[in-house]
């Protein structure tokens, strides 16, 4: 007999997703809350359905077949959709399951997550977030990312608000660097630098600030992020640019002094941005509502 929607339990579709993407059947049984028989018993049928072992085990563990590959990454695309369709419906945050995936900045994994995780442990004890860098603007369009947040407006595209922004500053190493005051436009350009460039990011808020300013860089190294920045000055002559907000952390982390930069550089924002389909998503508003609290116009601005 050959397999319609009709015949089909849709129920399996939640647990194949959980199964392809733990590739083990007791982590997935554990992120469902079910038992590990019960999801056994799912992907016997599973692999009945689709003709295929779907998962193999190996020495290392259990790997993913071809066909469920092809099937995870479907499965990627219209979970979202599923949960947003229901999610319009119901959610309960105390009992949801549900996993958010937010695309971050260091800047906003400095300001956001601190914050974030507790109020979700507490309000959403099975619910949980996964922060990861991503070509953000096709992965919200396919569904793929829930919230994305940016360092300046995002594509009109989106819904977004700015939820934080910080004057910047500078550190350099403090054995070495004999400066104290603030510094120039001039004397900034003149040190070598160390620039703080996330994985799937091009360009920064400061990029197109420096560029206004025509000022080019001399880029002696890229760091994935603000510690690992201040971690090369201190070994080094060079300087880095950062939130200053998060200064006082890294000159206890790290052998470097903050110093003041030029007036020019201005301020960092941060913006949280999602696509407009996901507005009335009560899960995906109970996500905003922690991030942006009392905030209901998409134009407003929290600093």
């Known amino acids: 007999m050959k397999n319609t929607l009709h015949s089909f339990d849709l129920n399996l579709l939640v647990i194949m997703h959980a199964l392809l993407e733990k590739k083990h059947v007791t982590r997935a049984a554990e992120r469902l809350g079910v038992s590990q028989p019960s999801v056994s018993k799912a992907l016997d049928k ?43 419906v119901t959610f309960a945050p105390e009992t949801s399951n549900r996993i958010f995936k937010i695309s971050i900045t260091d800047f906003g994994l400095f300001v956001i997550i601190p914050k974030l995780m507790p109020k979700i442990i507490n309000l959403g004890p099975k619910i949980s977030l996964t922060p990861f860098n991503s070509d953000v603007l096709s992965d919200i369009n396919a569904f793929k ?10 594509s009109l595209e989106l819904n977004s608000y700015m ?11 403090s054995k070495t660097c004999p400066h104290i005051g603030k510094l120039s436009l001039d004397e900034y350009a003149k040190y070598n630098h160390v620039k703080v460039l996330s994985p799937g990011m091009h360009k920064t808020s400061l990029d197109l600030t420096l560029e206004h300013f025509a000022i080019n860089r001399i880029i002696k190294a890229y760091a994935p992020s603000f510690y690992a920045a201040a971690l090369i000055v201190s070994f080094s002559n060079c300087i880095t640019t950062i939130p200053e907000i998060l200064a006082e952390t890294l000159v206890k982390l790290a052998n470097v002094k903050a110093i003041d930069p030029p007036d020019e550089l201005g301020h960092l924002s941060l913006y949280a941005g999602w696509h407009h389909y996901m507005d009335n998503d009560n899960g995906h508003k109970w996500l905003r509502s922690l991030i942006i609290p009392g905030s209901e116009d998409p134009n407003d601005e929290l600093v």
């Open 145 to 154: 990312i829930d919230l994305a947040l940016f360092e300046y407006p995002p």
């Open 163 to 173: 939820i934080a922004k910080s004057q910047y500053k500078c550190l350099v190493n």
């Open 46 to 88: 599973l692999r009945c359905v689709f003709s295929d072992k779907l998962l193999i085990r190996e020495k290392k563990g259990y790997v993913l077949t071809p066909t469920a590959h092809r099937l995870l990454a479907v499965m990627d695309e219209i979970m979202p959709l599923l949960n947003s369709i229901i999610g319009n």
